[in-house]
Nanobody, 123 residues
């Protein structure tokens, strides 16, 4: 079992920044690939970013490339999503997810999920 708890969501104006955190417990954090996904009202959950166990490989959705950065601190069992230059279309509930083994960008491949944290962007 892996437990994930997101934090750091909130309300920000367009062009602003926000940093999300995801704290993991229950299993060796360093052995898991981690991902961030988001779901806007009335939309399907979509991939945002992912990172492999060591942090040496990262992947981003085209819509966030150059603006978002995923990172991890295995000593703290925490993964982060730094979001810069936020746009109204970034507004969604952001979910942290984990899976053992190789990193992928498919929602269904992730085994463990956090409760989500709301990100609201005003124009």
């Amino acid at each position: 079992q892996v437990q994930l708890v997101e934090s750091g969501g909130g309300l920000v104006q367009a062009g602003g920044s926000l940093r999300l955190s995801c704290a993991a417990s229950g299993r060796p954090f360093s052995s898991y690939a981690m991902g961030w996904f988001r779901q806007a009202p009335g939309k399907e959950r979509e991939f945002v970013a992912a990172i492999n166990w060591s942090g040496g490989r990262t992947y981003y959705a085209d819509s966030v490339k150059g603006r978002f950065t995923i990172s991890r601190d295995n000593a703290k069992n925490t993964v982060y999503l730094q979001m810069n230059s936020l746009k109204p279309e970034d507004m969604a509930v952001y979910y942290c997810a984990a899976k053992p083994g190789v990193v992928v960008i498919t929602t269904g491949a992730y085994d463990y999920w956090g409760q989500g944290t709301q990100v609201t962007v005003t124009s």
